[in-house]
């Protein structure tokens, strides 16, 4: 294995390792680092197992898993009664969010969606209601998140190993 191939397959088994921690640790980007383990894994092999739809399918997955975050929180202000507004302003508060850590991405949507009943003169009970809404669509959908990450991330995991008869081979070169 050529020096540079070595220091490829470590920086990806890294990153892989580090977005397998995204399971448990919610302010760890885990679709994202796990593609770029991938990414990485490929490209120590000079892409000849992992072609570039391959990683195109997966980097769209890993943007749609927070595509499907967003979208659990709307649909979460709708079901519990909030208004458009109230749909825009959590989805503007989950963007502000990202900026501000863990607690920006709880508290974000949940305030957007407040701000954005009461600027339709709606009670602080209903605007509270709405932006409970919003954190549990934001549960449900990090809650789904989870459950499809695991199967994701022993597929990317496995994709990303270089075939053992390669290696073989090559141990067998000076």
Wanted: glycine share 14%.
């Amino acid at each position: 294995m050529h020096d540079q191939s070595l220091i490829l397959w470590i920086i990806g088994a890294l990153l892989t390792v580090t977005g397998l921690s995204g399971l448990l640790l919610p302010i760890v980007p885990g679709a994202p680092l796990l593609f770029l383990g991938l990414l990485f894994g490929a490209w120590a092999e000079d892409f000849s197992y992992i072609g570039v739809w391959t990683l195109l399918l997966l980097a769209i997955m890993a943007a749609l898993t927070y595509v499907v975050e967003f979208a659990a929180s709307i649909l979460g202000v709708k079901k519990y009664g909030g208004s458009k507004r109230a749909m825009i302003g959590a989805a503007l508060g989950g963007v502000a969010g990202l900026f501000l850590g863990i607690p920006g991405i709880l508290a974000g949507p949940f305030v957007g969606a407040v701000i954005g009943e009461l600027s339709l003169q709606r009670s602080l009970d209903e605007a509270s209601r709405a932006g409970f809404g919003t954190v549990v669509g934001l549960a449900l959908g990090v809650a789904g998140k989870l459950a499809t990450r695991p199967h994701s991330s022993s597929r990317i995991t496995l994709l990303s190993c270089p075939p053992t008869s390669k290696i073989v081979r090559q141990s067998g070169k000076s």
